[in-house]
């Protein structure tokens, strides 16, 4: 609230008017305010997204959610407001920790999940590349995921068909971990990564997708260095009293985002709460499925391991050796709408549809 009233205030006393744009350089956090503060200055001011992390690139600078927390709820005081463009520079990438950028492949990767099996394949096939920052990796996977977003909010931009819901694949249980945790100790990306394999266990228990597909989302989260199982802290109960707050709670009734397959993700409160019960309860106990010392090494990294620094070196080396690749930069993508997300296209990229 005390950074809104900043922007409004410089607004004012550099005699900003509607003609003028306001620029978002940033992350997410940014991105959201700066967003919302051009949706009410002068009723409403043009204002362009620059997102600067991963996950303000693929996610949160598409689809025109604004908004700033109150001390009450994230993201409670908001609005939807379409950026005029949304211009990415992927060399601004280069300074982010190897934690932000791998909270960034995991939206990547959620795309896949939720809309595009043959772009899940492809996280797969060049997860390294990810992780490694490739440029052109990193910039094919930022343009897809962009379509793929833009793709969805088209179709439900305000969230009143459900169909944009499908975009909160792994959030119900991530949110529950991010607050329960204080929030900044997981990352939003690490414990929507969680969040994507609890969500891909209950779909296994309810019988839409089988035990090697759990395995396949498992090992791909954990190439790229994600948490795949919720903090061993956490209870059930706790589990239960966040996700009670959930914005999918309908009539006291929580909507589940799960997997019908990979590439088809649905919103559905078609499901048994014993079943919920029990696969919160089987992450209570449960070790990685992913066969293989390294994998299992990985996939037990938790935030909290992070910070104690074993998992840095064997990254920092990787950085090292692929800072030659990174150095030769990769172009600026930019994408402009004019006001509707089914407009975003990319002036000067591939095209390549969404599934
Ligand atoms: N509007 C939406 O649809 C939407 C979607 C997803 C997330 N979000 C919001 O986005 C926020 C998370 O975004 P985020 O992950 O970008 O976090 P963030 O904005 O907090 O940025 C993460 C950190 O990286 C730093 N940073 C930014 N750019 C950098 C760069 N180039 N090099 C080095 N450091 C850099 C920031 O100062 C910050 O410390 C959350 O508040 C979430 O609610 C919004
Ligand atoms: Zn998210």
Redesign the pocket.
């Known amino acids: 609230m005390e950074s809104l009233n900043t922007i409004i205030d410089i607004c004012m006393q550099k005699r900003l008017d509607r003609k003028s744009t306001l620029f978002a350089l940033?992350?997410?956090?940014?991105?959201?305010l700066t967003?919302f503060a051009a949706s009410i200055f002068a009723r409403g001011v043009p204002y362009v997204q620059v997102?600067?992390?991963?996950?303000?690139v693929v996610?949160?600078?598409?689809?025109?959610?604004?908004?700033i927390?109150h001390p009450l709820g994230?993201?409670m005081v908001g609005s939807f407001y379409q950026p005029h463009a949304v211009i990415v520079d992927a060399s601004?990438?280069?300074?982010?920790?190897t934690r932000?950028i791998a909270?960034?492949i995991a939206?990547i990767i959620k795309y896949g999940l939720i809309c595009d099996e043959e772009f899940f394949a492809w996280c797969e096939a060049n997860i390294a590349g990810l992780v490694a920052r490739d440029p052109t990796t990193l910039q094919y996977a930022m343009e897809r995921s962009c379509q793929c977003k833009a793709t969805v909010v088209a179709m439900d931009e305000r969230e009143s068909s459900g169909v944009r819901a499908i975009l909160n694949l792994g959030h119900t249980f991530g949110h529950a971990i991010e607050a329960a945790m204080g929030y900044g100790t997981w990352?939003?990306?690490e414990a929507v990564a969680a969040g994507m394999v609890m969500a891909a266990e209950m779909s296994r228990r309810l019988g839409y997708i089988d035990d090697t597909t759990v395995r396949r989302i498992e090992a791909v989260l954990c190439a790229a260095a994600l948490p795949v199982r919720p903090p061993p802290s956490m209870q059930v109960e706790t589990f239960l009293t966040y996700m009670a707050t959930d914005k999918k709670v309908e009539r006291g009734v929580l909507r589940l985002v799960l997997l019908e397959r990979i590439g088809k993700a649905i919103v559905t409160a078609n499901y048994d709460r014993q079943t919920l019960l029990d696969t919160i309860q089987y992450f209570r106990q449960a070790l990685p499925r992913t066969a293989g010392k390294l994998r299992e090494a990985s996939c037990a990294l938790t935030p909290e391991r992070f910070r104690k620094g074993w998992f840095i070196k064997v990254m920092l080396i990787g950085a090292i050796l692929d800072k030659e690749n990174r150095e030769r930069g990769a172009r600026m993508l930019t994408y402009q709408s004019s006001g509707h997300p089914s407009r975003f296209q990319p002036t000067n990229a591939r095209q390549q549809p969404c599934a």
């Open positions: 940033g992350g997410g956090v940014i991105g959201d967003g997102p600067t992390t991963l996950l303000a996610d949160s600078a598409v689809g025109g959610k604004t908004g927390n994230k993201n601004t990438l280069k300074t982010l920790d932000q909270a960034g939206e990352l939003h990306g």
